[in-house]
């Protein structure tokens, strides 16, 4: 059972850096949204002139639910923008807005980070599941048995390596969005640079949050690698 320790104080750990993380981003989230847009332009309407300077034309803004949901769905092809950054002129709302479009023509221009993310996907949720499956198991057999089947560790290594690959990849995917953004409403005059400065730091916080997993995912698996070395 002490193989339980590792994981919970790892998780415990970035749990509360997560914590501090998410509580700093929604503050500059709330201080930008203030900033009000000197030329007026709402989150749909940057979106709607990114896509078209970007030749894209088959991709939708619509609004959804909810407060930092945004994201963009290359299934259907749209760019959901949250109540929050839909129709508000904020710095906040642009760097959001743009963000999203940074990800639209990433699918656009085949950018293969973003190709073998969603490639992941469905392997990265498998092995979520499988996770938990064994993980139970593991509780179940170490109470009955005192100890646990060797077989177990090499799963959960598997999944973990799947989970983390999934979250180390997702990294040059975010900035590279983050970058096409901030290089798009700086050279189109879109932004002012005190807007310009606003929405570079939103998005730096809201990257952050994408660094935090990557790191809870590596230190994760390097611990059950060193369980399943030390059993040896």
């Known amino acids: 059972m002490t193989y339980y320790w590792g994981p919970m104080l790892i998780g415990g750990v970035f749990m509360l850096i997560s914590w501090l993380v998410g509580s700093t981003l929604k503050s500059k989230f709330a201080k930008y949204s203030k900033l009000r847009m000197a030329n007026g332009m709402t989150g749909r309407e940057v979106a709607e002139r990114m896509l078209k300077d970007n030749g894209i034309y088959d991709v939708k803004v619509i609004s959804t639910q909810g407060q930092l949901t945004d994201h963009y769905n290359p299934l259907n092809k749209t760019v ?3 109540e929050s950054v839909y129709n508000h002129a904020n710095a906040a709302a642009v760097a959001v807005a743009a963000h999203e ?26 092995s979520g599941m499988i996770l938990n499956v064994v993980v139970f198991g593991m509780a179940v057999l170490g109470g009955v048995l005192g100890g646990i089947a060797p077989f177990m560790i090499y799963i959960i290594i598997a999944a973990q390596a799947a989970i983390t690959l999934f979250a180390v990849i997702t990294l040059p995917v975010e900035f590279d969005a983050s970058k096409r953004a901030l290089q798009w409403i700086n050279a189109n005059g879109i932004v002012t640079v005190d807007e310009y400065d606003g929405a570079k730091d939103a998005l730096k916080w809201a990257a952050m949050t994408y660094v935090v997993a990557a790191l809870a995912a590596i230190a994760t698996l390097i611990y059950w690698i060193f369980v399943l070395l030390n059993r040896r």
């Open 80 to 82: 959901n923008l949250s």
């Open 101 to 126: 479009v940074g990800h639209a023509v990433q699918h656009a221009t085949l950018y293969k980070p973003l190709d073998l993310r969603s490639k992941l996907v469905p392997i990265q949720n498998a």
